[in-house]
């Protein structure tokens, strides 16, 4: 199995990275970023990490209350953003697109306001 890999931009502890799977095996890019020392934000799995993103943890001048903050995110941060490939007919490529869920777009919003790294601006 192959994956490419690439760094968006860090923020912080987080990273924003590409996966490109060459190959199409089950849980490929999770455990392709372990055998490199990197996990995914809530992967219980390949990391052991269920630790959510708190804004609170990486907004300097942030007042909430932490009783009462709710995560940014709190799943697995894995998303099939875009998916392309040829026609089986025509051979004309293609693109699909899904944008962000809920929560990893108001993380994406957080992160690009506090470290002016934005992944859907390459």
Same mark, same amino acid.
């Given at each position: 199995?192959?994956?490419?890999f690439?760094? /968006?931009?860090?923020?912080?502890l ?10 199409g ?7 392709? %970023? ?10 219980? %799995? ?7 993103? /708190?804004l609170s ?7 909430g209350?932490?009783a009462?903050?709710?995560? /940014?995110?709190?799943?697995l ?10 026609h089986?007919?025509t ?8 944008p ?19 992944? /859907?601006?390459?």
């Open positions: 199995a192959v994956t490419d690439k760094n /968006l931009g860090n923020c912080g987080y990273s924003w990275i590409e996966a490109r799977p060459k190959t095996r089950t849980h490929q890019i999770r455990a392709h %970023l372990q055998s490199l020392g990197i996990s995914i934000v809530c992967d219980p %799995l390949y990391s052991g990490n269920q630790h959510p993103v /708190l943890e990486i907004k300097k001048r942030w007042n209350s932490q009462e903050e709710r995560p /940014l995110l709190s799943r941060a894995l998303h099939a953003y875009s998916l392309s490939l040829k089986p007919v051979e004309e490529e293609m693109t699909f697109v899904a962000y869920p809920k929560d990893m777009e108001a993380t994406r919003k957080q992160f690009s306001s506090i470290f002016g790294i934005d992944p /859907l601006k390459k």
